[in-house]
C-alpha cells in the first residue's frame, strides 16, 4: 500500500510537467495565431493602401488625360480661330483689291483705244502715241504685279466662264464656236475673273460656200 503511494506520488511531479508543457505549447499557440491575426491586419491594411493608392493614381491619370484633351482642343479652337481671321482677312484684302482694280480697267481701255485711234505715220501725233503707249505699258505692268492679268482670247475657242459673246457670225475661214475678234478685253485677278472678254463668235454658215465664185 505504501508501494503505491509511492507511485503515486512519484506520477505527480510529471504530470505537473505535462501540464506545465501544455501550458507553454498553448502560449505558443496563442502567441502564434495573435502573431497570425496581426499580420493578417497588416496584411489588409497594406492592401487597403495600395487599393487607396491605385484609386487616386487611376484618378490622377483620368484628370490628367481630361486635361490634356481640354489643352488640345483649346489649341485647335485656336488655330482655326486663327485660320479663319487670317482668311477674312486675305478676303477682305482681295475684295477691296477687286474693286481698285475693277476701278481702274476703264483707265486701260482709254489707253489702249487712244493708241487705235491715233495715227501711227502722222510724225505730229507719232510722239504723243509713244508717250501714251509706254504709259499703258508702265500701268500694266504695275497692276500685273498685284496678280491683274488680261484675257485676250483672239483666234481661240469661246469659253463661256472667260468670254462674253456679243455677237455671231458665219465664218467659213474660222471653226464653228471661234472667237473672231475681241471688242474688249477681260481680266483676272488672282485667278478670279474680273470682268469677261467681249467677243464676236463664229459659227457654221448655213449653206455650203460656192468654191465657183
Not at 97 to 117: C, K, M, Q, S, Y
Not at 191 to 209: D, I
Amino acid at each position: 500500500m505504501s508501494e503505491e503511494r509511492d507511485v503515486h506520488n512519484e506520477k505527480k511531479p510529471q504530470d505537473a510537467d505535462v501540464s506545465q508543457a501544455e501550458d507553454v505549447t498553448q502560449e505558443f499557440e496563442s502567441a502564434d495565431e495573435q502573431s497570425e491575426n496581426e499580420n493578417q491586419q497588416d496584411v489588409s491594411e497594406t492592401q487597403q493602401t495600395i487599393y487607396a493608392l491605385e484609386n487616386a493614381l487611376s484618378e490622377a491619370q483620368t484628370q490628367l488625360k481630361e486635361q490634356q484633351e481640354g489643352v488640345l482642343r483649346a489649341r485647335a479652337d485656336m488655330e482655326n480661330a486663327r485660320r479663319r481671321a487670317e482668311a477674312e482677312v486675305e478676303k477682305a484684302r482681295k475684295f477691296a483689291l477687286e474693286r481698285f482694280a475693277g476701278e481702274l480697267l476703264p483707265v486701260i481701255d482709254n489707253l489702249e483705244r487712244a493708241l487705235l485711234a491715233g495715227d501711227g505715220e502722222n510724225d505730229a501725233v507719232k510722239p504723243l502715241l509713244e508717250g501714251v503707249d509706254m504709259t499703258l505699258k508702265s500701268f500694266v505692268s504695275t497692276i500685273e504685279k498685284f496678280g491683274l492679268t488680261p484675257v485676250d482670247p483672239q483666234g481661240e475657242t469661246f469659253n463661256p466662264e472667260l468670254h462674253q459673246a456679243m455677237s455671231m457670225q458665219e465664218s467659213a475661214d474660222h471653226e464653228p464656236n471661234t472667237v473672231m475678234a475681241v471688242m474688249q478685253k477681260g481680266y483676272q485677278i488672282n485667278g478670279r475673273l474680273l470682268r469677261p472678254a467681249m467677243v464676236m463668235v463664229s459659227r457654221a454658215p448655213e449653206s455650203g460656200v460656192d468654191t465657183q465664185a
